[in-house]
């Protein structure tokens, strides 16, 4: 049994190797909170932030590290397929000092808007982002990278198309900041074109550096998120959906996502040589609460970290998880959202499965 035990998985770890059809020599990543690993918290985790407090981190840490979960994220579950099909290591935060860039680094910042702060002064919300760094920003920190990865152009041309690019997702603080500050989901959806045109520049961008191989997140339904449920909570039932979801936020979601893959179907007309992956957080993300069971959550719709017991999804804004008053429940794995706006390590692992086998990923990034 043992030996069989054995071969099965010597089996599945050359599966993995063949399912690639190149042997990545790195991984680069670009986000918000979504995916940041640490860069806002590079130099300690400030008192102010809550998404660095315990008991964020609590499930594989033991500690917070600027991750907003658990636990680990889907480019930490990236990390680790590509570690035991490559050997790379996980990937560093990019501001981190004294790290090695050549096997991959993390762009994705807490905050991070895929529009520069202009465009928020513009629309009269200049003090209501974080401004931690925009999606323009985040190519730039990789730009100066590059001086450690290649020492040439075509030198990293080469490189860099051997390596695997995460592009997101972006696109929900720009909704995120107007929405929660009076917007209404209707007049949101003008900045759709303005934001999904940026994504679209940036992607452009690092295949114009050598990047091949893309995937690029569309945004999950924010009208899911118990944050959303909780702030905007409706007395009319058509206001929602048969998931018990706000249909126009999600309605906001839709018409982002369904702009990113003309816009991605585009890039990839232009780019034939490349393989740029819609990855669909939007679809899994439903599907999750659609059929819980199957991922094994008993509580999709309710929040594991914030006010437990308050309201129908445990969510107050004055008890956030990680502010005096929150608590966490005892098992996350039974939970999709951790704190409200961000998932568990379980749903992250589950949309991880998702993407690099399919159906919410196209084309799946394992082939």
């Known amino acids: 049994m043992k030996l069989l035990f054995l071969g099965l998985l010597f089996l599945l770890s050359c ?6 059809s ?19 918290c590079v130099n300690g985790n400030p008192s102010w932030l809550t998404t660095a407090q315990p008991p964020y981190g609590e499930t594989f840490f033991s500690r917070p590290t600027g991750r907003c979960s658990d636990g680990r994220l889907v480019v930490d579950f990236l990390d680790t397929i590509a570690a035991e099909a490559f050997g790379l290591p996980l990937l560093p935060p990019s501001k981190a000092s004294g790290k090695d860039f050549r096997q991959g680094a993390n762009m994705a910042i807490i905050g991070a808007t895929t529009l520069d702060a202009s465009f928020f002064q513009s629309i009269g919300l200049g003090d209501k982002i974080w401004n931690s760094g925009s999606l323009d920003q985040e190519v730039q920190w990789f730009q100066q990278l590059l001086s450690s990865i290649c020492t040439s152009s075509q030198d990293c041309k080469d490189y860099l198309g051997k390596s695997l690019f995460v592009v997101g997702e972006f696109g929900g603080n720009d909704y995120n900041a107007p929405l929660f500050n009076g917007r209404s989901p209707d007049a949101v959806s003008a900045y759709v074109p ?13 295949i114009g550096l050598g990047a091949v191989d893309v995937v690029v997140p569309g945004i999950l339904p924010i009208g899911c998120f118990p944050i959303y449920l909780t702030l905007f909570q409706s007395s009319s039932q058509g206001d929602y959906d048969q998931n018990g979801c706000l249909k126009k936020f999600n309605d906001l979601s839709s018409n982002h996502n369904s702009a990113l893959k003309q816009a ?25 609460l659609q059929s819980p069971q199957s ?28 502010m005096q008053g929150s608590s966490a429940c005892a098992d996350p794995s039974s939970y999709l959202s951790w704190d409200g706006i961000h998932m568990t390590e379980a749903a992250h692992r589950a949309v991880t499965n998702g993407w690099l086998r399919g159906p919410y990923c196209n084309p799946a990034i394992l082939r």
């Open 15 to 20: 599966l993995f190797s063949l399912c690639f």
């Open 194 to 206: 303005t934001v999904v045109d940026s994504i679209s520049n940036a992607v452009e961008k690092l």
């Open 295 to 322: 991922y094994g959550f008993s509580n999709p719709m309710k929040v594991c970290c914030g006010a437990s017991g308050q309201g129908s999804y445990n969510y107050n804004n004055n008890a956030r998880c990680g």
């Open 264 to 288: 991605l179907s585009k890039l990839q007309s232009k780019y034939s040589s490349t393989r740029i992956m819609y990855a669909d957080f939007y679809s899994q993300y439903i599907h999750m």
């Open 22 to 40: 190149q042997s990545y020599n790195a991984i680069f990543s670009f986000g918000d909170s979504i995916s940041d690993t640490g860069n806002l």
